[in-house]
């Protein structure tokens, strides 16, 4: 499954460019031409009419040179992605190319030293990522219909044992031979967990004395930190956020938490998942402001679903994490 190389979106023969503010933004595609619009906010938004279920990939490049995967989409017939990084960089060009074959997971795409990552998000606090054609879940719950799309799991992180978070039988279904689950002791020590024991790496976070925490694990080439996760709703010690280091790129995993110390003192993410729902977790401006103290290059905001079926103001989450800190907030559909 190849770009097809087809002249006007692998060149700039038929392509187009806009000079927005004291900002090129270049695409190449087909006629009709898509629509480029630089928001208030500095980021680009970027619309394409197209034929429907079709895969196509949005590439990014500061010189028309080097191209950077940024996602890719299955188009419904209008095609669109926002980049939110688009304020801070001072030129910025754009193309999108056809992808031919099927099976592509679509999400953004991360860039790593060791190849890259795709984000997908499923629902809530669940989502999953490949990497080098190993696939990592995150709290998958649900059965198997919201996973049928996707190869089964190498490596599954449940971060505590609540209904949204872990169900055993997804696990059981969705792990592949010789994948391995890391989980905390409130889920390592459940009854139906059981007969997934001998698959399970316990990571301990939390714990008094610190000694007894689990220290870094190495999974599939991926280096796990469990990192404690806590609140009134949870107690210290049943949950666990992560920190995953791949290919030198560190991904920060929230789980369900409040507003803690061990979260604000995180240092070089790279990326970040962070849950705001009420009253549950963290309200928007209580994320916002951890968000802001720990400083990661890109938020995924998720686990944004409140106790009465609401969602959370994600744009006004955006708006209080800012651009000042040179934070690209990525604003994804979970539900």
């Known amino acids: 499954m190849k770009p097809r190389a087809s002249p006007f979106l692998l060149s700039y023969a038929g392509g187009i460019a806009f000079l927005i503010g004291a ?7 087909a006629a009709p031409w898509p629509t480029v619009q630089r928001m208030a906010n500095g980021e680009v938004l970027i619309q394409q009419t197209t034929p429907a279920s079709q895969y196509y990939r949005f590439e990014a490049s500061p010189d028309l040179q080097a191209w950077t995967p940024l996602v890719t989409l299955l188009s419904p ?58 696939m990592i879940y995150v709290d998958p719950v649900g059965g198997a219909a919201p996973y049928a799309a996707f190869p089964k799991a190498d490596l599954i992180l ?36 059981a007969g997934l024991v001998g698959a399970a790496i316990l990571m301990k976070t939390g714990q ?15 280096t796990i ?12 010690g049943t949950c666990n956020a992560y920190v995953l280091t791949i290919g030198g790129k560190r991904i920060f995993i929230s789980g369900d938490t409040g507003d ?39 938020i995924f905001p998720y686990h944004y679903r409140n106790q009465d079926n609401s969602y959370a103001d994600l744009d006004s989450f955006k708006q209080q994490v800012g651009t000042d800190l040179g934070i690209e907030v990525r604003l994804r559909t979970w539900y």
């Open 23 to 29: 900002v090129w933004i270049a695409v190449a595609v």
């Open 208 to 222: 008094t004395p610190s000694s007894s925490n689990t220290p870094p694990q190495t999974v599939h080439g991926i």
């Open 260 to 298: 803690t110390p061990e979260m604000r003192a995180l240092t070089n993410i790279d990326a970040a998942f962070v849950c705001m729902n009420i009253p549950f977790t963290m309200n928007i401006t209580t994320a916002a402001s951890v968000v802001r103290a720990f400083r990661p290059a890109i």
């Open 77 to 134: 017939g209008l095609l669109q992605h926002t980049d939110a990084a688009g304020p801070y960089f001072p030129k910025r060009f754009y193309r999108i190319v056809s992808l031919t074959g099927t099976g592509y997971l679509t999400g953004d795409h991360f860039q790593t030293s060791a190849g890259e990552v795709i984000i997908h998000p499923v629902n809530h606090a669940s989502f999953v990522m490949s990497w080098n054609g190993k």
């Open 158 to 193: 449940v971060t505590h044992n609540h209904f949204d978070h872990y169900h055993v039988a997804t696990l059981s279904a969705q792990l592949n031979a010789g994948g391995k689950i890391v989980c905390p002791n409130s889920v390592y020590t459940a009854g139906p967990f």
């Open 225 to 236: 930190e469990g990192v404690p996760a806590y609140n009134s709703n949870h107690p210290l």
